[in-house]
């Protein structure tokens, strides 16, 4: 999880809060990256410096959006199938995401498939937003 934004301490430490609790069976297992020198980058900045054995199929910004909106909508990018494909997720969904997409368990495109209008990703079973 790369942090590019840092205009709110608040929300930063209330999204690690978030995803370090288990929700049901699901553990997020990510590295949390607090570095300035990520401030303001954008996907397109991003992909060119993922070397090429990277370990990850996705990745995770905490951008502006995410850091703005109340609910926390966390970047998530492709870095594997389609490099670049996007998705907006919530805090909660994460362990769920994580998990499914590391073990290959699900693809990067069956969430991006079934994120509401909005383009945010609540659940398989929360369509109703």
Do not use: C
């Not at 995401?97 to 079934?114: K, V």
């Amino acid at each position: 999880m790369l942090r590019t934004d840092f205009s709110n301490q608040f929300a930063w430490e209330e999204i690690r809060a978030e995803i370090r609790k288990p929700v049901g069976m699901f553990h997020a297992y990510v590295e949390f990256v607090d570095d300035t020198k990520y401030q303001d980058m954008t996907t397109a900045q991003l992909l060119p410096l993922v070397p090429k054995d990277y370990d990850h199929n996705f990745i995770i910004l905490v951008d502006r959006t995410a850091v703005s909106q109340p609910e926390l909508p966390l970047l998530t990018v492709d870095l594997y199938e389609e490099p670049g494909r996007e998705f907006r997720a919530i805090p909660s969904q994460i362990q769920g995401i994580e998990n499914n997409l590391s073990t290959a368990n699900m693809d990067f495109a069956e969430f991006a498939e079934a994120v509401d209008e909005d383009g945010v990703f609540r659940g398989f079973f929360e369509q109703d937003h």
